[in-house]
C-alpha cells in the first residue's frame, strides 16, 4: 500500500522490494512469503492497478480505453465498446442517476458548510467545535523528498541539494506536521525551509506561536524538549514545566519587540494579528494553575465530564495486549510524561489545553480572521477544557514511535520520548537559522503571496470550499519550475457519498469485501471495525464516483450531465494522481489500520493529490 516507504517490502514494511506482484507490478515485497501473506489485503488494490478485461471480448487490456459516461467499463478499441453498449447501456445509466441522485444528496449538506460572505467581504463560518489542539489526522511530511525531489542519489557536490523549498499549509491546526517535516529533512539537505502556516483559529494560533517561541527561547536548555512534549499533550505539569511555560507565557504578553526579532528570524506575523493570540495568552497567563487551590481551573473534572459526553474513537479491540492498560490510565488522567516522572511531583494543571466552548453550542458565527463584535473577542470568552474527540496517538504514526521507543509497555512514555526526539531533531535544524515561517490567522480567501509553493496542504477545506475551487485558488500558486509540485487536499465525507450512492449499508459492506473479516456480532463489527475493514478494500471506483458527484455540484459544468473520469481528474493545469492507477507521493492515499496497533486511522480520511499537467510544466519551460 502507498503508506509504505519506497524500497520497503508491503507486507512486513522492512527494507526489499525485489518481489513484484506479478499481475500489478506496484506491490512490492522482500520475499515470496511477505507477497503470500499480504494476498487477501492486496487483492482489491491489485484489481485497480492491474490489467483490465475488455467489458465485451474479455481480452485483458494493454491500454485501458474506458466508457466516458460511468468510467467503469473498459475496453480493446471503439468496435467492442460498440457492440458491448447494448449491454452495458442498463449499468451505466444506473451509475449515472446514482451519481445524480447523490449530487442533489451532497448539494443539500455541502450548503451548511459553505463560507458565507457578508457584505463587507468577510468570510463567516460556524466553529464546529472545540480548538483542535491535537488535530485529526497524522503528522504529514510536507516534502517527502526521498519519494519525491529526491528519488535519486545525488552526489555531496550537487547544487541540487543547495535547493530551497517553499511550503503553504491552509487549515494547518497544530505544528506536527511542521515538526515532522523538519525532523525527516534528509542529512545532505543544505538549502533553506519557507513555510506558510494559515489558520482562521485563533486559540490554536497562539499555541503554535508559543511552542515556536520556545523553541527559539530554550534552545540550549538540557531536556527542555521533555518540557514540550509534555506542554504539548499532558493535561497535568510538574512545576518545573510550569515555570518554563509562564516565564514563556510573560514574555509574549509583555513583548516591546517584534514577533519576528524575540523568535530571532524565526516567526513572521502581522502585528494585529499578534495581538488578538496575546489575548489568548494573557487568559492563560492569568489561571490559577495550581492543583491544590479550589478556585483553580481543575482540568482533570473537566476532562472526565467532557469525555464522558464523547463516544471514544478507540476500541481497546485494535490494541495489543501490552498497550491496553496504560491505555486505560491515559484515559482516566490525560498524562504524558517522560520515564521516570512520578503522579505526584504533576501539580499543576496546563492552562494550555482550555479554550473557547465548542461552537455548535453557542451558535455564534466567527469572522475568518477577524471577530464580528468585540463579544467575540478571546479576552471576554470563558475558556473551558478544549480538546476534541482525537487523542495524542492519532496523530503520530505508532509504526514509527515503535521503532523509536524501547519503553514497549506504556503508551504515554513511548508517545512522550518519540515527540520530543522529533522536537529536538527540529531544533536543531532551526539552530542552524535555515528555515522561517510565516504565521497567520487570515482566511485563505483573503492570502496573497509574492511566492510560489513546491507543497500546498488545505487540510479538509475541500469539504467547504469544493475540491474545483480550492484547485482553482491554490493551482496557480504551485511552482511550475518543479515537477514534483503538489496540491493536497483531505477529505472526511466521501463516504456518507459513498453511503448514499449504494443506498443499502448491507451492499456497500459486501462492495468493500468486509465479508471476509470475521466477527461474531455483525453489528459490533460494523461500528467497531470499520477502520481495520477499509485495509481490505481499495475503494478507487467509489472515490471517483465522489469526484464526479462533487464536480457536478461544483458549479464549473452547465446542465446536468455526468462529467466523465478526465473531466474530474484534470482541471485548472493540475491533474490528480489517478488512484486507480498510481500511488501518491507525499501523503499516502489513506492508511492501513493493520499495522497501526495504537493510532486509531481514521477510516474516512482520503487524500487527494494534484500535480502540474505536462503542459502547465512546458508552459514555464518556454517562458524560461
Known amino acids: 500500500m502507498s503508506d509504505v516507504r519506497r524500497g520497503h517490502c508491503w507486507y512486513c514494511r522492512k527494507p526489499g522490494d525485489k518481489v513484484p506482484c506479478s499481475r500489478c507490478k506496484i506491490g512490492v515485497y522482500c520475499s515470496q512469503n511477505c507477497l503470500g501473506r499480504d494476498k487477501r489485503r492486496h487483492s482489491s488494490e491489485c484489481q485497480s492497478f492491474g490489467p483490465q478485461k475488455c467489458n465485451f471480448c474479455q481480452k485483458q487490456l494493454e491500454n485501458r480505453l474506458e466508457c466516458s459516461s460511468c468510467g467503469e467499463a473498459y475496453y480493446c478499441d471503439r468496435t467492442c465498446q460498440k457492440k458491448d ?9 444506473e451509475v449515472q442517476e446514482i451519481i445524480k441522485d447523490a449530487g ?14 457578508t457584505s463587507k467581504g468577510q468570510y463567516i463560518h460556524y466553529l464546529p467545535d472545540f480548538p483542535f489542539y491535537f488535530g485529526n489526522t497524522m503528522a504529514a511530511d510536507f516534502l517527502n523528498l526521498r519519494q519525491n525531489e529526491w528519488q535519486a542519489p545525488h552526489r555531496a557536490d550537487d547544487p541540487f541539494l543547495d535547493r530551497d523549498y517553499s511550503v503553504l499549509s491552509v487549515g494547518c491546526g497544530d505544528i506536527r506536521s511542521l515538526v515532522n517535516t523538519v525532523a525527516q529533512l534528509p542529512n545532505e539537505f543544505r538549502g533553506k525551509l519557507h513555510v506558510t502556516m494559515c489558520d482562521y483559529d485563533p486559540f490554536v494560533m497562539a499555541r503554535n506561536v ?7 527561547k530554550y534552545a540550549t536548555k538540557p531536556d527542555f524538549s521533555k518540557t514540550l512534549a509534555s506542554i504539548w499533550y499532558s493535561v497535568l505539569l510538574s512545576e518545573h514545566d510550569y515555570n518554563l511555560l509562564h516565564e514563556a507565557l510573560t514574555d509574549l504578553c509583555s513583548r516591546k519587540s517584534s514577533l519576528l526579532d524575540i523568535t530571532k528570524g524565526l516567526v513572521e506575523m502581522n502585528e494585529e494579528e499578534v495581538e488578538v493570540l496575546s489575548q489568548v495568552w494573557s487568559v492563560w497567563l492569568g489561571m490559577e494553575c495550581r492543583c491544590s487551590r479550589p478556585d483553580s481551573i481543575d482540568l482533570t473534572n473537566q476532562r472526565k465530564e467532557r469525555r464522558s459526553h464523547l463516544t471514544c474513537s478507540h476500541s481497546e479491540a485494535f490494541f495489543s495486549r501490552k ?10 488522567d490525560g498524562v504524558i510524561a517522560s520515564t521516570g516522572v512520578l503522579k505526584k511531583d504533576l501539580t499543576r494543571y496546563n492552562p494550555t489545553l482550555t479554550g473557547r466552548k465548542g461552537w455548535d453550542q453557542a451558535k455564534d458565527p466567527l469572522v475568518l480572521g477577524e471577530y464580528i463584535s468585540d463579544k467575540h473577542q478571546p479576552k471576554d470568552m470563558e475558556y473551558v477544557y478544549g480538546i476534541h474527540a482525537s487523542t495524542p496517538f492519532d496523530v503520530w504514526d505508532f509504526i514509527e514511535v515503535e521503532k523509536y521507543c524501547d519503553e514497549k509497555d506504556s503508551l504515554p512514555v513511548m508517545l512522550h520520548a518519540y515527540v520530543s526526539h522529533m522536537i529536538d531533531l527540529a531544533m536543531a535544524f532551526i539552530d542552524k537559522k535555515r528555515i522561517a515561517i510565516q504565521m497567520t490567522t487570515t482566511a485563505c480567501q483573503k492570502l496573497t503571496h509574492n511566492r510560489k509553493f513546491d507543497r500546498i496542504f488545505t487540510s479538509n477545506l475541500a469539504e467547504y470550499m ?7 485558488m491554490f493551482g496557480p ?3 511550475s519550475s518543479n515537477r514534483h509540485s503538489t496540491l493536497v487536499m483531505d477529505t472526511l465525507s466521501g463516504l456518507e457519498v459513498w453511503e ?3 443506498c443499502k449499508m448491507e451492499y456497500f459492506l459486501e462492495e468493500m469485501n468486509w465479508t471476509q473479516m470475521a466477527c461474531s456480532d455483525e453489528e459490533e463489527w460494523k461500528r467497531d471495525f470499520v477502520p481495520h475493514a477499509w485495509d481490505y478494500s481499495y475503494d478507487s471506483k467509489w472515490f471517483l464516483r465522489y469526484l464526479k458527484v462533487l464536480f457536478l455540484t461544483s458549479g ?3 446542465g446536468s450531465k455526468v462529467p466523465s473520469s478526465k473531466t474530474v481528474l484534470q482541471f485548472g493545469g493540475l491533474r490528480m494522481r489517478d488512484i486507480r492507477r498510481e500511488l501518491n507521493t507525499v501523503v499516502p492515499y489513506f492508511y492501513l489500520k493493520g499495522p497501526r496497533k495504537v493510532a486509531s486511522v481514521n477510516g474516512r480520511l482520503r487524500v487527494m493529490e494534484w500535480v502540474l499537467t505536462e503542459n502547465r510544466l512546458k508552459e514555464n519551460t518556454s517562458d524560461a
Request: charged share 25%; glycine share 4%.
Open 556 to 558: 464549473f459544468m452547465e
Open 85 to 93: 453498449w447494448k449491454m452495458h447501456k442498463a449499468d451505466c445509466k
Open 466 to 472: 469544493g475540491v474545483y475551487t480550492l484547485v482553482g
Open 477 to 479: 500558486l504551485l511552482d
Open 500 to 502: 448514499f450512492m449504494v
Open 104 to 117: 442533489q444528496m451532497w448539494s443539500k449538506i455541502a450548503e451548511e458548510f459553505k463560507y458565507k460572505e
Open 323 to 332: 498497550h491496553i492498560n496504560s491505555y486505560r490510565e491515559w484515559d482516566l
Open 210 to 216: 508559543l511552542f515556536l517561541y520556545m523553541m527559539v
